[in-house]
């Protein structure tokens, strides 16, 4: 069941983790130019955020991401996390590689917390989805961003991940979405 959340950003998805007491270890896939890691970081208070991306366009992915990479390189991407992240030491590790290779490098239940902004097509949703709940322990919290994307094409980035979620995790679980101010891409999360 899709339900809405009491948040109003995913920027208050550091908070949400320190009143739960998830203060291990957290994954973002997907981490781009780190934004989100950046303000994610200054407010969680747990021990460690890996950020995995491969830093490259993945085969098949082109044709989505032209929008939001066109001006710049996915290298220059990368240089700019490093610098972003730099100031949290080792609090952040930057693992480049695809998401599904990267999850291999977790134990089932290590986690805290996963946020899902890789690959948007649903089967790649779905495999992100299937790979990465088992690595987040009971209690922790599954998330991902762009359910919907105000403004954009229908088909762009929301739909599929509407999808991956109905298919699988909805099924079973509440899905809380969080609709953000400003008319910004709404995130989604489930308790473990």
């Known amino acids: 069941m899709i339900c809405p959340s009491p948040y109003s950003s995913r920027n208050q998805f550091g908070q949400l983790l320190n009143d739960r007491q998830l203060l291990g270890e957290a994954v973002e896939i997907g981490t781009h130019q780190a934004d989100f890691a950046q303000v994610f970081l200054d407010v969680w208070q747990g021990e460690k955020l890996y950020c995995v991306d491969p830093w490259s366009v993945p085969d098949g992915y082109e044709s989505q991401v032209e929008q939001l990479w066109s001006s710049s390189s996915r290298s220059a991407d990368k240089r700019i996390a490093i610098s972003r992240l730099e100031k949290f030491g080792e609090r952040a590790e930057l693992i480049e590689d695809l998401s599904i290779p990267a999850s291999q490098r977790f134990h089932d239940a290590q986690l805290d917390f ?55 995790l909805a099924v079973s679980r509440d899905v809380f979405v969080i609709v953000e101010e400003n008319g910004l891409p709404w995130s989604w999360y489930v308790v473990n």
């Open 114 to 168: 996963v946020y899902i902004d890789g690959d948007h097509r649903c089967e790649e949703v779905k495999k992100d989805i299937s790979a990465w709940s088992p690595k987040v322990r009971e209690g922790g919290i599954i998330a991902g961003h762009d359910f919907i994307c105000p403004g954009e094409e229908p088909e762009n980035w929301g739909r599929p991940i509407q999808r991956a979620l109905s298919e699988t």
